[in-house]
């Protein structure tokens, strides 16, 4: 059994991996569809990241059309314990509205696809990290750009929030443990955190551990594939 990675092209410099790579769009559910045909896949796993919904669901329709077995490895998501102080919002234009409030100082921990939707909140001074330099500055009139790549500890967490004066976090749910420590920090620092809640996904096989996938391929293989 081979298997293929997909990156979506959107890191400049993904992690090397020892398995063939491809980078880039398939063209929608129907190019997907085409590709899976041309190149005989047996097994689709969608390891996408918890917001990229449009290619999850692309997957899901490829996979109907041609018959492909499917299965999604998913992080866990991140629950609120004691000590957290959370709000919930349903999508970045909910925490957009939820930040419609005096100045503060902001980490704004969504990736760099969004940014943008922050220009309504200018009276904010925004820490963005980003795994990339931005192509151009984001059109935000205050704001401070790291460029760093996880997983974060706990006290460079705690650190990096102190010293940059921290007063809220805006984070999506994305689960996980490479990107928790800064919720960590925000409930030792009493930090209060907008939580974008993960978009909804039409029912599908999912596990949350690389084992468990691998059960699934084992199971599902044919002798002819397993080998």
């Known amino acids: 059994m081979c298997a293929t990675l997909s990156y979506a092209g959107r890191v400049a410099r993904p992690r090397a991996q020892p398995v063939p790579v491809r980078s880039g769009g398939f063209g929608g559910p129907e190019g997907l569809a085409q590709y899976l045909q041309d ?12 917001f990229a919904e449009q290619i999850s669901r692309n997957a899901l329709q490829a996979a109907a059309v041609t018959g492909t077995p499917l299965i999604a490895l998913t992080r866990p998501a991140w629950t ?3 000590g957290d102080d959370w709000a919930h919002v349903p999508d970045i234009a909910g925490a957009v509205a939820a930040l419609d409030r005096p100045p503060e100082r902001i980490l704004l921990a969504i990736g760099r696809m969004h940014l943008a939707a922050f220009a309504a909140r200018p009276q904010h001074h925004y820490l963005l990290r980003l795994v990339d330099p931005p ?4 059109p935000l009139p205050d704001h401070h750009i790291i460029v760093d790549r996880g997983p974060f500890t706990r006290d460079a967490e705690t650190a990096l929030l102190q010293d940059h004066r921290i007063t809220r976090i805006v984070s999506k749910n994305a689960g996980g443990t490479g990107a928790q420590a800064k919720l960590i920090a925000a409930r030792a620092l ?5 939580m974008i809640d993960r978009p909804a996904l039409p029912a599908r096989r ?13 199971r599902t293989a044919s002798p002819a594939q397993a080998r």
């Not at 009493?190 to 907008?194: D, M, S, Y």
């Not at 999912?206 to 084992?218: G, M, S, V």
């Open 206 to 218: 999912e596990a949350t551990e690389i084992p468990d996938i691998l059960d699934w391929l084992h």
């Open 80 to 82: 609120p314990g004691p």
């Open 135 to 138: 192509d151009a500055p984001p």
């Open 190 to 194: 009493h930090l209060p955190v907008i």
């Open 39 to 50: 190149h005989a896949i047996t097994h689709l796993i969608d390891a996408t990241h918890p």
